[in-house]
C-alpha cells in the first residue's frame, strides 16, 4: 500500500509537535503515541478505501489507480452514488462506457453561471449525453442519448434536482481529469 508524500509530511508534522508538547512538559521520559491519531479517524487509508468501491472495469477504462488523484477518486465515488440512485444504469449499464461520451448535459435546467440550477417552465428534465459519429457523408454529426427521464422541471423536489445536477457536474469533474491527463501526455511528448 503506497502513501503519498504529503500524507507523510502530514503525519510527520504532528510528530514533531507531539514531541514538543512531551519535552515542554518536563517529562523526556518515554511515551507512546497512539497511531490513530495520526491517520484517519477510524485508522484506515481513505484513499485505498474510496479506491475499492469503484469497479475494477471502470478503474481500468479510465486508467484509475493509487496513484491517482485524491480528489479524482472522492469525486468518483461521489459519482457512482448518484448513478445508482438516479438509475443512470437502466440507460448505461455498462459504466466503464460512460465517459465514451464527448459531453453530457441537462435539459429543463440551466447549467450556465447565469441560469445555474434554474428550471426552465415547461420543459422536461433529462440527462443527455453527446457523442460524435459520423453520418453517409463521413460527416461527424452529434448524437444525443438520453441517459435519464426525469419528468417535467416544475415537479422535481429540489434536492432530487441538486442531485442530477450534481451527477453531470461530477461526469464533467471527470472528464477534466482525462483531459489533463492527455495534455500532460503531449507535453511530455515534446521532451
Known amino acids: 500500500m503506497g502513501v503519498s508524500v504529503e500524507r507523510l509530511r502530514n503525519i510527520n508534522e504532528r510528530l514533531k509537535q ?10 523526556e521520559d518515554l511515551f507512546t503515541i497512539d497511531i490513530s491519531s495520526l491517520t484517519d ?41 448518484l448513478y445508482k440512485k438516479l438509475d443512470i444504469a437502466k440507460k448505461a449499464p455498462e459504466i466503464e462506457n460512460l465517459f465514451m461520451y464527448k459531453a453530457m448535459n441537462i435539459s429543463g435546467v440551466g447549467l450556465k453561471e447565469e441560469d445555474f440550477g434554474e428550471i426552465r417552465e415547461g420543459k422536461y428534465v433529462q ?49 477534466a481529469f482525462q483531459n489533463l491527463k492527455h495534455y500532460r501526455v503531449l507535453l511530455a511528448r515534446l521532451k
Open 18 to 27: 507531539k514531541v514538543k508538547e512531551k519535552k515542554s512538559s518536563g517529562n
Open 127 to 175: 440527462i443527455i449525453a453527446i457523442t460524435y459519429e459520423p453520418d453517409k457523408n463521413g460527416k461527424k454529426k452529434a448524437k444525443n442519448i438520453s441517459l435519464g427521464y426525469f419528468g417535467k422541471a416544475e415537479t422535481l423536489d429540489l434536492k432530487f434536482k441538486n442531485e442530477i445536477i450534481e451527477f453531470v457536474l461530477r461526469w464533467r469533474y471527470e472528464k
Open 41 to 81: 479517524e477510524d485508522g484506515l487509508d481513505k484513499k485505498s478505501e474510496n479506491l475499492s468501491k469503484i469497479p475494477k472495469e471502470l478503474a481500468s477504462a479510465i486508467e484509475l489507480d493509487y496513484n491517482s488523484d485524491p480528489t479524482r477518486i472522492d469525486n468518483l465515488v461521489q459519482m457512482l452514488e
